[in-house]
């Protein structure tokens, strides 16, 4: 009988054991010790790995965060340390880009232009912007190990967080929680935003302000994505590719001899005053167009893109950018280039075609980051768990109605003479091109009286121009230069 009750409580144990839910704790943290290397100065740093919920209205957790924060070591007044807020976009990608490949004291063990290498493994970034600065790296709903409360069903409330408005509200009350906890009220902050989270870090620098009385000393924008832009189409969406057609085309050798010859920086001016003064004009007289001017246009455009003039003239003078990676080298060797970078080549199944079979970039870089990521939050920084890293995580459909974004960075500048806003591209990113990111910082602020609290960047790169060591360090010198010329030491924030 004894024998029985011992197997009968053996038999639960187990089962108890091997059916649980897995799921992270909803508030946990974990702590490791670590030392790095940065422009040939070693110092130590704690990582802190962990989740931090996001409450309703009652005060009842319906969703964890996963985050995770770098503090150096060894400084006397925290207080007048820097605090840089880090997240990436999609939207619904986590902050493994940034975290593992540009900032942060770790980074992926790829080739010099940002290839895998195997095995697969991180190792120490020379050029972290650590030195100046700590950073806490935030995954949002249903990013890499954040995760909604309850995780699927009807029981979630979508609206809550799969919107532009949505995602900036509670996001903004997250990061008073953590500042909070982290007694980080006093320092300067820094919020820096990849691709769509340019859209959100635009809207956060109001929301925090506004709603939780933090004011930014710094807004970063790297490759934004603007939707008042992107997927809008007419004559301005339409035109704006042409710097980046001239850009990709120049790094290919598909440029003719006069442009082919000069340097990228020699040319692009070039390139983007036609954009502004000749083809926006061409493209808004539609079909009432001359015929000879349309032929002129379309003659200058090849010039500018490698493509040839029968093409463009039959698109209408409007060239997809799926059909400029398609076709910028189908009779050069018979590669795509790359979406997100435009440097990469792919290998479609036949040469003819609208658009590429698949983005060659991307998959080279999840080569790289999808086992780094896995093992680097568990091995190093130790948060063991069995659930799945959501490189890219379920958020859609995501809400992008009433998008003010724009003008929210603008309002928030207004309020705040401390905030001055860095934008940062790739000259070879197709998806979110560097002139689109331009025109972008150009209309936040259509009055110009702030214009002098703006900064553009450009790199011989793409998407993720840190991907490449020259622009790793050049990028992450350019953040560094921007946080400490920003950090006013006590200086009256006035007009």
């Known amino acids: 009988m004894k024998l029985n009750y011992l197997f009968l409580f053996l038999l639960l144990s187990c089962s108890s054991i091997f ?24 110092f130590n740093y704690t990582a802190t790995t962990g989740t931090q919920p996001v409450w309703d209205e009652m005060g009842k957790p319906i969703a964890s965060l996963h985050y995770t924060y770098y503090t150096r070591n060894g400084i006397k007044n925290r207080a007048e340390r820097p605090l840089l807020i880090s997240f ?3 939207p619904g990608s986590g902050s493994v880009w940034m975290h593992l490949a540009y900032t942060g ?27 100046v600065t700590d950073i806490v790296y935030v995954n949002p709903a249903n990013t890499g190990y954040s995760r ?45 935003g990849e691709s769509y989270g340019g859209t959100r870090v635009m809207g956060l620098s109001l929301a925090l302000q506004n709603q939780q009385w933090m004011y930014l000393n710094g807004v970063i924008m790297v490759s934004p994505a603007d939707y008042k832009v992107i997927r809008v189409g007419g004559p301005v ?29 020699d040319i692009l001016p070039e390139a983007e005053d036609y954009t502004v003064n000749t083809l926006i004009p061409a493209i808004a007289k539609g079909g009432f167009i001359q015929g000879t001017e349309r032929a002129d246009v379309a003659k200058k455009m090849a010039h500018y893109t490698g493509l040839n003039e029968k093409d463009i003239l039959d698109h209408n003078l409007v060239i997809p950018t799926r059909f400029f990676w398609k076709n910028l080298l189908k009779d050069r060797g018979g590669y795509t280039v790359g979406r997100l970078d435009s440097r990469y080549r792919g290998i479609d ?25 896995n093992y680097y939050l568990q091995e190093e920084l130790k948060f063991k768990t069995d659930i799945k890293y959501n490189m890219f995580g379920p958020v859609r459909p995501w ?90 030491n006590g200086k009256s924030a006035k007009y």
Request: neutral net charge.
């Open 105 to 131: 004291p770790r980074i992926l063990k790829i080739d010099d232009e940002g290839y895998p290498v195997q095995p697969y493994g991180v190792k120490q970034n020379p050029f972290s912007v650590l030195d």
């Open 349 to 373: 199944r036949q040469l003819f075609g609208a658009q590429p079979d698949y983005n060659s970039e991307i998959t080279s870089w999840l080569h790289s980051f999808t086992p780094a990521i």
């Open 88 to 90: 990436n976009g999609g």
């Open 399 to 488: 809400n992008n109605e009433d998008d003010n974004t724009r003008d929210n960075l603008r309002q928030a500048m207004a309020q705040n003479p401390y905030l001055n806003v860095l934008v940062q591209s790739g000259y070879y990113d197709g998806a979110t091109t560097y002139f689109n990111a331009k025109y972008t910082m150009w209309q936040v602020d259509p009055s110009g009286r702030m214009k002098d609290r703006f900064e553009f960047k450009g790199y011989r790169s793409g998407h993720m121009m840190y991907l490449r060591r020259e622009d790793l360090k050049k990028a992450n010198d350019d953040i560094r230069a921007f946080i400490l010329r920003t950090t006013t």
């Open 237 to 265: 969406s339409d035109a704006l590719n042409l710097p980046y057609f001239t850009a990709a085309a120049w790094h290919h050798k598909a440029l003719p001899p006069d442009l082919q010859n000069k340097d990228l920086l």
């Open 19 to 42: 059916s649980q839910d897995r799921k992270l704790p909803v508030d946990t943290t974990v702590t490791t010790q670590h030392s790095v290397t940065v422009n040939g100065a070693s």
């Open 148 to 192: 909604t409360i309850p995780e699927m069903g009807d029981e979630v409330d979508r609206d809550k967080f799969f919107g532009i408005n949505a995602d900036i509200k509670y996001l903004a009350e997250w990061l008073n929680t953590f500042v909070t906890r982290n007694n980080r009220w006093r320092s300067p902050k820094y919020i820096i």
